[in-house]
Nanobody
């Protein structure tokens, strides 16, 4: 059974930090290239970070140097450490396989809301 459960979001002041977690189940995720996506109101979902099974990472320019993606295969979990948060980082954050590599994904978790505001 395929399942993605995101957690760790919340309200944080500009400059603050959050650590998101994504617990996944299903063999399709075990060694997949995984990504963190976000969707702000009125905007399309965008990929902000990806990580492959070897730990190689890539980031969108908008978060480079501030966000760090990691994975713990033993715990079937992907993390996103977010530092120096800005109001424009406000969005619902999701994890899933990298759509650029695997194509559009039909199943998504509920996401976790991140709000950056003073």
């Amino acid at each position: 059974q395929v399942q993605l459960v995101e957690s760790g979001g919340g309200l944080v002041q500009p400059g603050g930090s959050l650590r998101l977690s994504c617990a996944f189940s299903g063999t399709i995720f075990s060694t997949a290239i995984m990504g963190w996506y976000r969707q702000a109101p009125g905007k399309q979902r965008e990929l902000v970070a990806r990580i492959n099974s070897s730990g190689t990472t890539n980031y969108a320019n908008s978060v480079k140097g501030r966000f760090a993606i990691s994975r713990d295969s033993a715990k079937s979990t992907v993390y996103l450490q977010m530092n120096s948060l800005k109001p424009e980082d406000t969005a619902v954050y999701y994890c899933n396989r990298d759509q650029a590599f695997y194509g559009p994904q039909n199943y998504w978790g509920q996401g976790t809301q991140v709000t950056v505001s003073s």
